[in-house]
């Protein structure tokens, strides 16, 4: 094996070079020393609630931090960071080299071979993986972005051995097994929630009618996605999917992938066009709060057509009570008035970390202000508005608390949602569902039977029956019985070592089996699980039955994660093998 090489061009566009060698381990944002003062001057002062002029005085006698030189795209650059994914390629390490490929193709010069080169070079790693359609697909886009004519005989011969390895039989798989969609009936009015299922006024989703393990009864689409710039060579800047790395850049900035054409025309129309001509400035501030505020601040302003005095004068006229997002109708959404109630909506505090979260909420508004300020296009849209445009991102920063649903990697890094519709994130460590955040959507599958009246309940943190416990996040209570001190507590505790009846010996033995068997394929074993946690519900909680939902959970993860990747190459087949 051996990608292609060529010889390092000198930058047309002069920018400041990147001196980390890790592609996603980025230089930090603005200078903590910076911040620490800040927050000992605060602290000093007593002024936890600083009047907003001491963050502005603050934020302006630090613009040099802040307004960075925009970083361009170079073939020096791009060349450098490809020979670093070759050696990692040469050592095998196929994921990193993917990960310098993308950042090599990010900083490809328009006009020149280094991007159709990148291409290239991916599609070496991925027919050295065997995931042949992800190698045609990057055959396919280097070939139409201008690949080397001296280097095409070793490209073609490497699409010929794709399409043969195909025909053999050797795909990694097209068809998801089991499929993870909502497979039971949905609400007509809310078609990503299942049917039978109300929400209390604590915004927890409560059952109406009993449902069984395994169900999935939520298969939801964000609203907006935003990424930790420590992932922008790995994940979609839109969407947020990973699409097994095989990203396409922003023609226009070194920050920015996506998944394919559609995403990219859609970030462009809401915000990447604001966001473009300062990349370089919004990843040096990147670390007091991902891109999930001014994407909001765009989603809205893209409603009224880019028109912040009308956007203005909805949010006035509209500012009021909370409403319930589970009674908009989504199969006919009015996307103003889902607006307007996410505008609306009752941040909730945390007291341990109020004065943290205050400070940031100030710096954030105004540093974004000031970042997007610098770009031509927000001149005409804010002239006038000045006060409202910092208002509101102030507010949108607060509400980030409330509306967002994160995850992180074991990196830290971390994907930021705003989902439509979402039940409130209260913690228990006796969860009866488990969520999944994958490729763009939100599911939530059932782990245990759930009756009429029950909650849905799921786990942020440890669970009971976890044989590697997570420590649980700071300020993160739970009123489950398992954590329960009192007679509650005593009551559920003295179930976990009891012997399960007889009767379910047998049943025990035989899903030990089912799971210990590299015979029986993961939709089989999630099958079985199914059944038996059905069928033994009533032995809940019990230390064998905590060792078994630990594996259906484990089970149910993975099958949602190779559901998405047996679609993508399904898609890629389709569109570059049978032709």
Same mark, same amino acid.
């Given at each position: 094996?051996?990608?292609?090489?060529?010889?390092?061009?000198?930058?047309?566009?002069?920018?400041?070079?990147?001196?980390?060698?890790?592609?996603?381990?980025?230089?930090?944002?603005?200078?903590?020393?910076?911040?620490?003062?800040?927050?000992?001057?605060?602290?000093?002062?007593?002024?936890?609630?600083?009047?907003?002029?001491?963050?502005?005085?603050?934020?302006?006698?630090?613009?040099?931090?802040?307004?960075?030189?925009?970083?361009?795209?170079? *073939?020096?650059? %791009?060349?450098?960071?490809? =020979?670093?994914?070759?050696?990692? &390629?040469?050592? +095998?390490? @196929? $994921?990193? #080299? !993917?990960?310098?490929?993308?950042?090599?193709?990010?900083?490809?010069?328009?006009?020149? *071979?280094?991007? %159709?080169?990148?291409?290239? =070079?991916?599609?070496?790693?991925? &027919?050295?993986? +065997?995931? @042949? $359609?992800? #190698? !045609?697909?990057?055959?396919?886009?280097?070939?139409?972005?201008?690949?080397?004519?001296?280097?095409?005989?070793?490209?073609?011969?490497?699409?010929?051995?794709?399409?043969?390895?195909?025909?053999?039989?050797?795909?990694?798989?097209t068809v998801p097994s089991p499929r993870m969609d909502i497979n039971v009936d949905t609400n007509p009015k809310i078609p990503f929630?299942?049917?039978?299922?109300?929400?209390?006024?604590?915004?927890?989703?409560?059952?109406?009618?009993?449902?069984?393990?395994?169900?999935?009864?939520?298969?939801?689409?964000?609203?907006?996605?935003?990424?930790?710039?420590?992932?922008?060579?790995?994940?979609?800047?839109?969407?947020?999917?990973?699409?097994?790395?095989?990203?396409?850049?922003?023609?226009?900035?070194?920050?920015?992938?996506?998944?394919?054409?559609?995403?990219?025309?859609?970030?462009?129309?809401?915000?990447?066009?604001?966001?473009?001509?300062?990349?370089?400035?919004?990843?040096?501030?990147?670390?007091?709060?991902?891109?999930?505020?001014?994407?909001?601040?765009?989603?809205?302003?893209?409603?009224?057509?880019?028109?912040?005095?009308?956007?203005?004068?909805?949010?006035?006229?509209?500012?009021?009570?909370?409403?319930?997002?589970?009674?908009?109708?989504?199969?006919?959404?009015?996307?103003?008035?889902?607006?307007?109630?996410?505008?609306?909506?009752?941040?909730?505090?945390?007291?341990?970390?109020?004065?943290?979260?205050?400070?940031?909420?100030?710096?954030?508004?105004?540093?974004?202000?000031l970042v997007f300020q610098a770009n031509p296009l927000m001149e005409p849209v804010t002239a006038g508005r000045r006060n409202f445009?910092?208002?509101?991102?102030?507010?949108?920063?607060?509400?980030?608390?409330?509306?967002?649903?994160?995850?992180?990697?074991?990196?830290?890094?971390?994907?930021?949602?705003?989902?439509?519709?979402?039940?409130?994130?209260?913690?228990?460590?006796?969860?009866?569902?488990?969520?999944?955040?994958?490729?763009?959507?939100?599911?939530?599958?059932?782990?245990?039977?759930?009756?009429?009246?029950?909650?849905?309940?799921?786990?942020?943190?440890?669970?009971?029956?976890?044989?590697?416990?997570?420590?649980?996040?700071?300020?993160?209570?739970?009123?489950?019985?398992?954590?329960?001190?009192?007679?509650?507590?005593?009551?559920?505790?003295?179930?976990?070592?009891?012997?399960?009846?007889?009767?379910?010996?047998?049943?025990?033995?035989?899903?030990?089996?089912?799971?210990?068997?590299?015979?029986?394929?993961?939709?089989?074993?999630?099958?079985?699980?199914?059944?038996?946690?059905?069928?033994?519900?009533?032995?809940?909680?019990?230390?064998?039955?905590?060792?078994?939902?630990?594996?259906?959970?484990?089970?149910?993860?993975?099958?949602?994660?190779?559901?998405?990747?047996?679609?993508?190459?399904?898609?890629?087949?389709?569109?570059?093998?049978?032709?």
């Open positions: 094996k051996q990608p292609v090489e060529t010889s390092s061009p000198s930058c047309r566009n002069s920018h400041k070079r990147s001196r980390t060698m890790n592609p996603n381990l980025l230089p930090p944002p603005l200078a903590t020393g910076a911040i620490d003062l800040l927050q000992e001057m605060l602290l000093e002062r007593g002024a936890i609630r600083a009047d907003f002029s001491l963050y502005q005085n603050f934020m302006d006698a630090r613009r040099e931090l802040l307004l960075v030189p925009e970083q361009g795209k170079c *073939d020096a650059d %791009a060349a450098r960071f490809r =020979n670093t994914g070759n050696r990692l &390629y040469l050592d +095998g390490k @196929y $994921e990193e #080299a !993917l990960v310098w490929y993308n950042r090599s193709i990010c900083f490809a010069e328009k006009g020149t *071979d280094q991007l %159709a080169t990148g291409y290239g =070079n991916r599609s070496a790693v991925y &027919y050295e993986q +065997g995931e @042949y $359609e992800f #190698a !045609l697909y990057n055959i396919d886009l280097a070939k139409k972005h201008g690949y080397p004519e001296k280097l095409m005989p070793k490209l073609r011969v490497r699409e010929l051995n794709c399409k043969q390895q195909i025909a053999a039989g050797r795909s990694k798989g929630l299942a049917k039978g299922i109300k929400v209390d006024d604590r915004r927890i989703l409560v059952a109406e009618k009993d449902f069984n393990p395994g169900d999935v009864i939520m298969d939801a689409e964000p609203l907006l996605t935003a990424i930790d710039f420590n992932l922008c060579y790995e994940n979609c800047s839109h969407c947020g999917v990973k699409f097994s790395n095989s990203l396409i850049p922003c023609p226009g900035c070194v920050f920015f992938m996506y998944c394919g054409e559609e995403c990219q025309q859609k970030s462009w129309k809401l915000w990447h066009r604001f966001e473009c001509p300062v990349a370089t400035k919004l990843r040096n501030f990147s670390d007091l709060n991902v891109l999930s505020t001014p994407r909001l601040f765009f989603y809205g302003l893209s409603l009224f057509d880019d028109d912040l005095t009308e956007m203005k004068r909805f949010c006035e006229a509209n500012e009021g009570a909370e409403l319930n997002r589970f009674e908009l109708d989504y199969s006919n959404l009015d996307r103003r008035e889902l607006f307007r109630i996410l505008y609306n909506t009752e941040p909730r505090r945390d007291e341990v970390g109020e004065f943290n979260d205050y400070m940031e909420e100030k710096l954030i508004s105004y540093g974004y202000y445009t910092i208002q509101t991102l102030n507010k949108l920063a607060r509400l980030a608390t409330t509306l967002l649903s994160n995850n992180h990697d074991y990196l830290g890094r971390n994907i930021s949602w705003i989902f439509p519709a979402i039940p409130a994130n209260i913690h228990t460590c006796d969860p009866n569902a488990h969520t999944a955040f994958e490729s763009g959507r939100m599911k939530m599958v059932l782990l245990r039977p759930v009756a009429a009246g029950q909650p849905f309940v799921e786990s942020f943190g440890p669970t009971w029956w976890s044989s590697d416990p997570e420590p649980r996040p700071p300020g993160m209570s739970c009123s489950c019985a398992a954590c329960d001190d009192g007679p509650r507590g005593r009551v559920w505790r003295a179930q976990l070592h009891r012997k399960p009846p007889p009767e379910t010996a047998k049943d025990f033995a035989v899903a030990a089996q089912v799971l210990s068997s590299d015979s029986i394929g993961d939709a089989a074993k999630l099958n079985a699980l199914q059944q038996f946690i059905k069928r033994h519900g009533h032995v809940h909680p019990a230390v064998q039955v905590g060792q078994i939902l630990e594996r259906y959970r484990l089970l149910l993860t993975k099958a949602i994660h190779a559901e998405r990747g047996a679609q993508n190459r399904a898609q890629l087949q389709a569109a570059y093998v049978e032709q």
